[in-house]
C-alpha cells in the first residue's frame, strides 16, 4: 500500500495578474465533499490544510490513497489545498486571490470561516501594523505584476529575432523523424 503525492499549481501570477482555476475543482473531478476555508491572510489556513491531510491520511493508513497538493503561486512551500482522490474529499482556501464560493451549498461544499477564532484584543494591538503590511504587500504584487508585463514584452521581441532565424522546414524533418522513429518503438519501451 502507498500513497502517490503530487504538487500541483491552480494558479499563477501572471502579466495579467493571478490567474486560477480553483472554481472548476468541484466539476473537474469527482467530489463528494469539499471544505473551503475563509478567514483572510495568516489565520492559518495552509497548516490547516497540511495538519487536515496527516489526520486523513493517519486514519486511512494502509490503503493506497493518491492526493494532490495544490500549491501556492505565491509561496511554493505554502498549501492552497489539496484533493484525497479515493475518497471524493477536497479541502480548498477560498480566499482572495482565488475566491472560491460553493456550487453546491450544503451538498458538496461546506465553509470553515477561521476567521471566527481571531481574538481580537490580540489582533487589535497590531491594527496599524498590520494594515501597513497589508498595504505593503498590495503594492508589491502590483509592482510584481508590472515587471511580469515587461517581461512578457521582452520575450516576445526576443521570440521575434529568434523566429527569424530559425530554419522551420529543417524542424519539421527532425519532428517527421522522430515520430516515425517513436511509432516503430514497443508500447512500454524507452528509447
Same mark, same amino acid.
Given at each position: 500500500m502507498a500513497t502517490t503525492e503530487r504538487k500541483i499549481f491552480l494558479g499563477a501570477n501572471t502579466p495579467d =495578474?493571478?490567474?486560477?482555476?480553483? /472554481?472548476?475543482?468541484? /466539476? %473537474?473531478?469527482?467530489?463528494?465533499?469539499?471544505?473551503?476555508?475563509? =478567514?483572510? @491572510?495568516g489565520v492559518g489556513k495552509s497548516t490547516f490544510?497540511? #495538519? *487536515?491531510? &496527516?489526520?486523513? +491520511?493517519?486514519? #486511512? $493508513?494502509? +490503503?493506497d490513497l493518491t492526493i494532490d497538493y495544490l500549491m501556492c503561486s505565491s509561496d511554493p512551500k505554502s498549501y492552497d489545498g489539496a484533493i484525497i482522490h479515493e475518497l471524493g474529499l477536497a479541502i480548498i482556501d477560498g480566499t482572495r486571490p482565488h475566491i472560491v464560493d460553493p456550487k453546491y451549498p450544503g451538498l458538496i461544499e461546506e465553509i470553515i470561516d477561521l476567521a471566527q477564532f481571531i481574538n481580537p484584543k490580540k489582533i487589535? $494591538? @497590531?491594527? /496599524?501594523?498590520?494594515?501597513s503590511m497589508m498595504a505593503e504587500r498590495k503594492q508589491c504584487f502590483h509592482r510584481a505584476y508590472v515587471e511580469l508585463k515587461r517581461a512578457r514584452?521582452?520575450? +516576445?521581441?526576443?521570440?521575434?529575432?529568434?523566429? $527569424? %532565424?530559425? &530554419? *522551420? %522546414? +529543417?524542424?519539421?524533418?527532425?519532428? %517527421?523523424?522522430l515520430i516515425r522513429k517513436s511509432d516503430s518503438l514497443e508500447p512500454g519501451g524507452g528509447y
Open positions: =495578474g493571478f490567474v486560477g482555476f480553483f /472554481d472548476g475543482i468541484v /466539476d %473537474a473531478y469527482p467530489i463528494r465533499r469539499m471544505y473551503i476555508l475563509k =478567514g483572510g @491572510s490544510i497540511r #495538519n *487536515f491531510v &496527516d489526520g486523513i +491520511r493517519e486514519r #486511512n $493508513a494502509g +490503503r487589535m $494591538a @497590531s491594527r /496599524d501594523e498590520l494594515q514584452e521582452l520575450h +516576445r521581441v526576443v521570440e521575434s529575432h529568434m523566429t $527569424a %532565424a530559425v &530554419d *522551420f %522546414a +529543417r524542424v519539421d524533418k527532425l519532428l %517527421a523523424k
